[in-house]
């Protein structure tokens, strides 16, 4: 029974161990920002150690590259794909598939009677901190993640509508709230050590008063 009992846990372990293994993705995940980003890292990395890509070969290499690992993956998990549908083991998304090059972070902002606009909360920032605690919490942060890589807009909206009435609800004295992402490009190390500082873009803007339904 020791024996069984070692061989089961040895399996599960195995199994468990291949499973979380993040798979390549398909073709067209190719094509997303933080991949091409990626790639042309690579290309970059293989031009300095002397050995020249177009971006067009570097994408057709990943191409093949992830075909054939993905193939190779399927069969090599094979045998652990039942137990891991009887015991809901699978794991139904990769972590860390590709580094994000464009972050973008939640800003909100009040909207004064003089018209002026200022921050109410900034993502991270100690000094705009508006119910940190709560926007800051993992669930949520987990929400708001997909935000920060675009995703899923109606979500998003749903979300502003929602963070923006409690808002006006702490603040009488705002006309209009404004939710958006701000996204900012990641720096190379030669640019931060320089003390420069990475371009803003805004995206997503949304605008609620008290009007709105």
Do not use: C
Request: glycine share 4%.
């Amino acid at each position: 029974m020791d024996k069984l009992r070692a061989l089961f846990v040895l399996f599960h372990l195995v199994g468990i161990t291949l499973l979380s293994l993040p798979a390549p993705g398909s073709a067209q995940d190719l094509d997303e920002p933080e991949v091409a980003a990626l790639l042309d890292d690579l290309r970059a990395l293989g031009a300095r150690l002397g050995v020249e890509r177009s971006a067009d070969e570097v994408k057709a290499i990943a191409k093949d590259v992830s075909a054939e690992v993905r193939e190779a993956r399927a069969t090599v998990l094979a045998p652990f794909q039942p137990y891991a549908r009887l015991t809901g083991a699978r794991q139904g998304w990769s972590m860390f598939w590709a580094i994000n090059h464009r972050p973008s972070r939640l800003v909100i902002e009040l909207e004064g009677p003089d018209g002026a606009w200022t921050p109410l909360y900034v993502a991270r920032s100690d000094e705009h901190a508006w119910r940190r605690k709560e926007l800051d919490q993992e669930r949520l942060r987990g929400v708001v993640n997909q935000y920060s890589h675009l995703r899923d807009r109606r979500s998003y909206r749903a979300f502003a509508a929602f963070i923006a009435k409690k808002a006006l609800v702490d603040h009488p004295e705002a006309v209009r709230v404004r939710v958006l992402m701000e996204e900012r490009p990641s720096q190379r190390p030669e640019a931060l050590r320089a003390g420069k500082t990475p371009p803003s873009r805004r995206r997503w803007e949304e605008l609620y008063s008290r009007e709105t339904p």
